[in-house]
């Protein structure tokens, strides 16, 4: 079992970066596959990145490949996404979602993620 808490959202104007935290409990970490996902108003929840569990895989969406960095920390218990040149599309609640299987990345579906941070507010100014 795992709490996750995200941190660091915020307003940004476009062209901007921001770099989102997710905090996680328990002393099994590594175990976990940790994946990013954000949800528009009136959208489903979609898929951004995830990584494997000793962060040597990753895997992004096209949208958001070449700008954003998925990466983490099993020390600090915690995953980050990096975000760089924003753009207004990218505006969204952004959720940190963990999965039991932690071999590959890859998994691009809500339902494959066990766990579930309350999300963080990015918005992306023109």
């Known amino acids: 079992q795992v709490q996750l808490v995200e941190s660091g959202g915020g307003l940004v104007q476009a062209g901007g970066s921001l770099r989102l935290s997710c905090a996680a409990s328990g002393r099994t970490f590594s175990t976990y596959g940790m994946g990013w996902f954000r949800q528009a108003p009136g959208k489903e929840r979609e898929f951004v990145a995830d990584?494997?569990?000793?962060?040597?895989?990753?895997y992004y969406a096209d949208s958001v490949e070449g700008r954003f960095t998925i990466s983490r920390d099993n020390a600090k218990n915690t995953a980050y996404l990096q975000m760089n040149n924003l753009k207004p599309e990218d505006t969204a609640v952004y959720y940190c979602?963990?999965?039991?299987?932690?071999?590959?990345?890859?998994?691009?579906?809500?339902?494959?993620?066990?766990?579930w941070g309350q999300g963080t507010q990015v918005t992306v100014s023109s």
């Open positions: 979602a963990a999965r039991y299987y932690s071999g590959n990345s890859g998994y691009s579906s809500p339902h494959q993620y066990a766990y």
């Open positions: 990584i494997n569990g000793d962060g040597g895989r990753t």
